[in-house]
């Protein structure tokens, strides 16, 4: 498999999965100026929105949305518990996780990573509302080691690469998204807890972030 990622991007959630599986991958990076993988082609070819991430599996096949590639992940190793099993509530729970993330978390990253397109209205309205959605999450994590109670889920790898946005100190020099934990304990040990697991760890070394 490859798995095409940007240093830093929402990829970074399928990067600490395929860690935590143990699987055989290689990683491909992506220029986000030129769209060019490093080894020379136009990743518009593979993926016509040009963003991240997308596994290619070994037969070809391409898989492009984040939460369609962690779910694919897990259950290539369903021992692993990262996704619970099939047809169960969990699992159903498991993907209203990864809904609310796609669509409050990521989504409402993007006016503070682009806050030059967005203006100064976008950035004073969207930081408010992520701040309003991570006090939700503490408050669910709280009595919890995971998003899902006590076992780590891919939920947790996402919600971790679009955490780290607003903590990584160049990031928050080059677009100021700092979201802090003040007041936030839950949801501060869940990170500091994240941050030591050997997978995001070795992620984030070989994406050049640690």
Same mark, same amino acid.
Request: charged share 20%; net charge neutral; glycine share 8%.
């Given at each position: 498999?490859?798995?095409?990622? +940007?240093? !830093?991007?929402? @990829?970074?959630?399928?990067?600490?999965?395929?860690?935590?599986?143990?699987?055989?991958?290689? $990683?491909? /990076?992506?220029?986000?100026?030129?769209?060019?993988?490093?080894?020379?082609?136009?990743?518009?070819? +593979?993926?016509?929105?040009?963003?991240?991430?997308?596994?290619?599996?070994?037969?070809?096949?391409? +898989? /492009?949305? !984040?939460?369609?590639? $962690?779910?694919?992940?897990?259950? +290539?190793?369903?021992? @692993? $518990?990262?996704?619970?099993v099939q047809g169960s509530l969990e699992r159903y729970r498991l993907l209203e996780w990864l809904a609310f993330l796609n669509s409050e978390i990521h989504k409402g990253f993007i006016p503070l990573l682009y806050a030059v397109l967005a203006g100064k209205y976008g950035v004073e309205t969207a930081r408010p509302k992520l701040e309003q959605r991570y006090a939700w999450v503490n408050a669910q994590l709280a009595g919890?080691?995971?998003?899902?109670?006590? !076992? =780590?889920?891919?939920?947790?790898?996402?919600?971790?690469? $679009?955490?780290?946005?607003?903590?990584?100190?160049?990031?928050? @020099?080059?677009?100021?998204?700092?979201? /802090? =934990?003040? !007041?936030?304990?839950?949801?501060?040990?869940?990170?500091?807890?994240?941050?030591?697991?050997?997978?995001?760890?070795? @992620?984030?070394?070989?994406?050049?972030?640690?």
């Amino acid at each position: 498999m490859k798995l095409y990622y +940007l240093p !830093g991007a929402c @990829s970074l959630a399928p990067h600490i999965v395929l860690n935590e599986l143990g699987l055989d991958f290689q $990683l491909v /990076r992506v220029d986000h100026k030129t769209h060019q993988t490093e080894d020379g082609r136009d990743f518009r070819a +593979l993926s016509p929105f040009g963003y991240v991430p997308l596994l290619e599996l070994d037969d070809g096949s391409l +898989l /492009r949305e !984040g939460p369609a590639v $962690l779910q694919y992940l897990a259950d +290539l190793r369903p021992a @692993s $518990l990262l996704a619970p099993v099939q047809g169960s509530l969990e699992r159903y729970r498991l993907l209203e996780w990864l809904a609310f993330l796609n669509s409050e978390i990521h989504k409402g990253f993007i006016p503070l990573l682009y806050a030059v397109l967005a203006g100064k209205y976008g950035v004073e309205t969207a930081r408010p509302k992520l701040e309003q959605r991570y006090a939700w999450v503490n408050a669910q994590l709280a009595g919890k080691r995971y998003l899902m109670g006590d !076992g =780590f889920t891919v939920a947790d790898a996402y919600l971790f690469a $679009l955490t780290q946005w607003g903590q990584a100190p160049w990031l928050e @020099s080059v677009y100021k998204t700092s979201i /802090r =934990f003040d !007041g936030l304990e839950h949801l501060a040990a869940w990170y500091a807890r994240m941050r030591e697991r050997p997978a995001v760890r070795q @992620s984030l070394q070989a994406e050049g972030l640690r």
